[in-house]
């Protein structure tokens, strides 16, 4: 069955980085985009970033563009997700997904990433 397994969040500072890697198994990666979403408290849950399949074409929000990356790598199906510049607005869960053709989302168990001081 499809598997998504975050790992990489954390307490930082702001102005600081992590690096999030989501490992996926149970369907074929390198055939699907995939996407890393947020959910901070009282909020809904929203798109950060985007990656194609191949990889070559890549999307953000706007409130993370130029400081947060997407990347993945298909020969070990991982995707990842580099954040720096880290604002305390950052902080949420943030979960990666899959979409099939048919609509079906699939979603990992979150990874906590909270910006303090």
């Known amino acids: 069955q499809v598997q998504l397994v975050e790992s990489g969040g954390g307490l930082v500072q702001p102005g600081g980085s992590l690096r999030l890697s989501c490992a996926a198994s149970?369907?074929?990666?390198?055939?699907?985009?995939m996407s890393w979403y947020r959910q901070a408290p009282g909020k809904e849950r929203e798109l950060v970033a985007a990656?194609?399949?191949?990889?070559?074409?890549?999307s953000y929000a706007d409130s993370v563009k130029d400081r947060f990356t997407i990347s993945r790598d298909n020969a070990k199906n991982t995707v990842a997700l580099q954040m720096n510049s880290l604002k305390p607005e950052d902080t949420a869960v943030y979960y990666c997904n899959y979409r099939t053709n048919w609509g079906t989302n699939y979603w990992g168990q979150g990874t906590q990433v909270t910006v303090s001081s």
């Open positions: 990656i194609q399949s191949a990889g070559g074409i890549t």
């Open positions: 149970g369907f074929t990666f390198s055939n699907y985009a």
